[in-house]
């Protein structure tokens, strides 16, 4: 299996509110095409974990699906994919995963794949350099993150794919809203619950909400006032939304960026999302209403469902990945 794991030392994200390490551990594919041609160069994709994943899950063994290296090495075989390095990018947090956007609460995560990370894989890796051979692909919260790369970041990234990947927040989101007001309370609200979150030898199902409400406030509606803090979408008194505050959220969600970036969209070589008909979180709503407004916007794009839940859809990337080294290889 053709992959380094990397230390990275990251100074952007050195000081951060969370006080999580800048020493980043950061899985890179290299195809076996590398090593039998001297100088050889490739498309470079740059992987995005899950929430509660990071780049070494990549590497995960699973009996029933290959990891996403042996993925690679079966799709390049075969011819159906041009070779390519693949990025794992490590965005770990201490509030369990990493939406991969900017923020003062967290960090500057996206700052840290475009600033930090893209420049030592052109310096350091056999890589095609400049936009038009770099990608970008994830899935859940790795997916928006994706997606939020070609919204915000299509200088740095020409391709994008996306699976299941958190879209139209009032359904992905709003359903966590009573668990996680009901979990916060318990513990005596916020401060009470980052407090002891963790201290579970195993976290129970039931909190899970709360897990996932927290860190997306922390991303979506960092506090303007108090640095390193950030609001929650509700009040925990009485429970009910806070509007002022989901309207921040709402600022961050790929549904409703679409119409202000379509020309930046355009733009890509590749666009491509897709979402089970299934999702437990509701991502086929959104990623169906994304579709109808990139539809209306004018934006190329290819989208795509299947006939399963949100877990366990690794195999998707079997559909996204070729298209991605494809769109990158042409013109190299």
Known sequence: MPVTVHTFESTLLRGNPLGDSPTRRIPVYVPEAAFARTGARFPVL??????????????????????????????????????????????????????????????????????ELVPWAEAT????????????????????????MAIEHADTFAAAASHSGDCYFEYCYGADFPGAIDALRKAGGLEGWLSTW?????????????????????????????????????????GEIRPEVFARWKLRDPVALVSGRADVL???????????????YHLHHGNRILHARLTTAGVPHVYETFDDGHRGIGYRVKHSLPRLATALTHGA
């Open 125 to 148: 890796l056999p890589v095609l350099r400049g936009r038009e051979h770099r990608g970008v692909f994830g899935k859940s919260s790795g997916g928006y993150g994706a997606l939020m």
């Open 198 to 238: 963790r201290s579970h030898p195993k976290l129970p199902g039931s909190a899970f909400p709360a897990v996932n409400v927290v860190a997306m406030s922390a991303f979506y509606s960092p506090s303007a006032d108090r640095p390193g803090a950030f609001d929650l979408p509700f009040d925990l008194e009485t």
């Open 266 to 280: 355009r733009s890509l070589k590749l666009l491509f999302f897709d979402c089970g008909q299934r999702d437990e």
């Open 46 to 115: 740059f992987a995005l974990a899950g929430f509660t994943g990071t780049g070494l899950s990549f590497l995960n063994y699973d009996f029933y699906q290959p990891n996403l290296p042996d993925t690679l090495d079966a799709l390049i075989a075969t011819g159906e994919m041009p070779p390519c390095v693949v990025v794992m990018v490590d965005g770990m947090t201490a509030l369990g995963g990493n939406q991969y956007v900017d923020s003062p609460a967290v960090g500057p995560w996206a700052r840290h794949i475009t600033d």
